[in-house]
């Protein structure tokens, strides 16, 4: 198992070193901040038959079996694919375990992540268990997004804020992970992971910086009429659309932040530095106003998991994008 993260050192100690636990936590935070590593290293501290300066001592039965994948008390629920929901059948599985007696006669443990992403009926499925679960269970509940959560949710849990590392910890923390990136690429990876460490070695990991470059590009030739936007929407397919609206949001914020204060320092990275400027030169800010809170409604959508038509909803984005600049 992981060490804790640097940043996490001093919250490791106060939700380790509890004499008794609630029956309910909500770790959030910005995703890529190391939560579920947290997590699950309380689940093992949880469950674990002889603990060791605040550590599951790796050794007993229960370790043994947790490292193995075949705890019977532990119990983890996630999407049953990548960005779908949790669903109600999902959860009523998970409130058939927490009734169960616990088989090797300690704790039962539950992780789910991520929270947010269970729907309206798999939410309330889960309150009766949350307000009172059976025997000694531990529920620990991991949200990216807790203002997405039911109240009723939230009321019920212990809710644990996790540390955003300092830039310099980040800094330091990728540099030792990724040897092979430059001080500068590190920076540029951790501006797009909105300084989430771990979410910016996840980029790296997923050759994020290339598919932004392939973006940047598309979207000069745009402002130039070199490229038209149903071809940059067909040629974007491979762009997860949630990248794409983080970084559109990202150039509306700019733009309308330059266009307020004139300060180049605060233009975004270099790669589309000149675009923002020229963008906040050239459009009304009403326009920029009005694109802005379009893109946030429909980033609302694409994070809720709307059934969206991509080319379509690409399109539209970049129609608008391309008449920025001019009267209006």
């Known amino acids: 198992?992981?060490?804790?993260?640097?940043?996490?050192a001093a919250l490791w100690q106060q939700l380790a070193g509890r004499t008794q636990h609630a029956h309910a936590y909500l770790l959030h935070g910005p995703a890529g901040i190391g939560k579920r590593a947290l997590a699950e290293r309380l689940m093992a501290l949880l469950l674990c038959k002889s603990p060791v300066d605040l550590q599951a001592c790796g050794q007993c039965k229960s370790c043994h079996l947790l490292a193995a994948g075949s705890h019977p008390d532990n119990y983890v629920l996630e999407p049953e694919e990548a960005d779908k929901p949790i669903k109600v059948d999902q959860v009523r599985t998970l409130v058939n375990f927490v009734v169960q007696t616990?088989?090797?006669?300690?704790?039962?443990?539950?992780?789910?992540e991520p929270t947010e992403a269970m729907n309206l009926n798999a939410a309330n499925a889960l309150l009766k268990s949350l307000e009172e679960p059976s025997g000694d269970t531990v529920l620990l509940l991991i949200s990216h997004q807790p203002s997405r959560l039911l109240p009723t949710i939230k009321s019920r849990c212990v809710q644990q804020a996790c540390p955003l590392p300092s830039e310099a910890m980040?800094?330091?923390?990728?540099?030792?992970?990724?040897?092979?990136?430059?001080?500068?690429?590190?920076?540029?990876?951790?501006?797009?992971a909105a300084g989430s460490p771990l979410a910016a070695a996840r980029l790296q990991e997923q050759g994020v910086r290339e598919q932004r470059a392939l973006v940047v590009d598309g979207v000069k030739k745009l402002h130039k009429q070199q490229a038209s936007a149903s071809q940059l929407?067909?040629?974007?397919?491979?762009?997860p659309l949630t990248l794409l609206f983080d970084w559109f949001c990202d150039w509306a914020h700019?733009?309308?932040r330059y266009q307020l204060t004139q300060d180049e320092q605060g233009l975004g990275p270099a790669d589309m530095a000149k675009v923002v400027q020229y963008l906040a030169q050239k459009a009304s800010r009403a326009k920029v106003m009005a694109i802005q809170e379009w893109l946030l409604q429909q980033r609302q959508k694409v994070l809720g998991k709307a059934n969206l038509n991509r080319v379509l909803l690409l399109e539209a984005l970049l129609v608008q994008w391309a008449s920025l600049p001019g009267p209006g």
């Open 233 to 239: 929407a067909e040629g974007w397919k491979d762009v």
């Open 102 to 112: 616990a088989q090797l006669g300690g704790r039962k443990v539950v992780l789910l």
């Open 254 to 256: 700019l733009t309308l």
């Open 1 to 8: 198992m992981a060490d804790v993260y640097p940043w996490q």
């Open 170 to 192: 980040s800094l330091q923390w990728l540099s030792e992970t990724l040897p092979a990136c430059s001080e500068q690429e590190i920076r540029e990876l951790l501006y797009l």
